[in-house]
């Protein structure tokens, strides 16, 4: 069965440093998102990405934040200078056409 | 007060018995999605309701939905151990179009063999 694949399972970055996240979300879907779970909170939306552009993104994605979906395939979030508070699990997921999200299966962000 | 919370916070119980946790929310809905994720792992899509359906079944999990209550709930009959985790409800708005996913603040099960 299809997967949301993620990479790479953990990142540890200086703070100030670029990061950039990878995702390859399943072949047939159109939306593609960003999520993030910061240690023992909820999960919170980020970004959502369809028809190679941003059709929504929350007050979080800030100018620090991006995301591209370079070659039809890999959908990526860079973050350009990391901060302490960006430490967190980040997840990507994409839409079925029935409208279900699957996630992968999370970076987890250390910024040090 | 948020969209999607869930009720209890945490629930403990011997294996064999059901499990029933609670989601509410505030705003109109296009569906619900119920997720599990066991500590420090991805989440893990259990099962999708529509504003239009009452109920949902796939295998030993059963979902409601009650829009007039703004309401859902999961149970999981016949628990075990392999069932510990953290249940979140997540709500899809209806005035969103992106289709981006609200969720709540979960219920942590533990299922004790």
């Known amino acids: 069965e299809p997967e949301v694949t993620q990479t790479p399972s953990h990142q540890v970055t200086q703070m100030g440093q670029e990061v950039i996240l990878r995702c390859v979300p399943i072949s047939n879907h159109l939306y593609f998102y960003w999520y993030r779970q910061i240690l023992g909170q909820k999960v919170e939306f980020l970004v959502s990405f369809y028809n190679n552009e941003i059709s929504e993104k929350s007050e979080i994605f800030d100018d620090q934040f991006s995301v591209e979906r370079p070659d039809g395939s890999n959908f990526t979030l860079k973050i350009r200078s990391t901060k302490l508070e960006d430490s967190a699990m980040y997840f990507c997921?994409?839409?079925?056409?029935?409208?279900?999200?699957?996630f992968g299966p999370g970076t987890r962000l250390t910024v040090t | 007060s948020q969209q999607g919370e869930e009720d209890p916070q945490a629930l403990s119980i011997q294996e064999g018995e059901n499990a029933t946790m609670n989601c509410s929310y505030k705003?109109?809905?296009?569906?619900l999605q119920w997720y599990r994720q066991n500590s420090g792992r991805g989440l893990v899509h259990l099962i999708l309701i529509r504003s239009n359906e009452r109920e949902k079944h796939s295998g030993r999990l059963r979902v409601t939905l009650d829009t007039s209550k703004k309401s859902s709930s999961l149970l999981i009959t016949a628990s075990r151990a392999a069932d510990t985790a953290s249940y979140f409800c997540?709500?899809?708005?209806?005035?969103?179009?992106?289709?981006?996913?609200?969720f709540g603040q979960g219920t942590e099960l533990s299922v004790k063999p």
């Open positions: 997921a994409s839409r079925t056409p029935r409208a279900e999200q699957y």
């Open positions: 997540a709500t899809d708005l209806i005035y969103n179009q992106g289709g981006k996913l609200i």
């Open positions: 705003t109109s809905i296009n569906n």
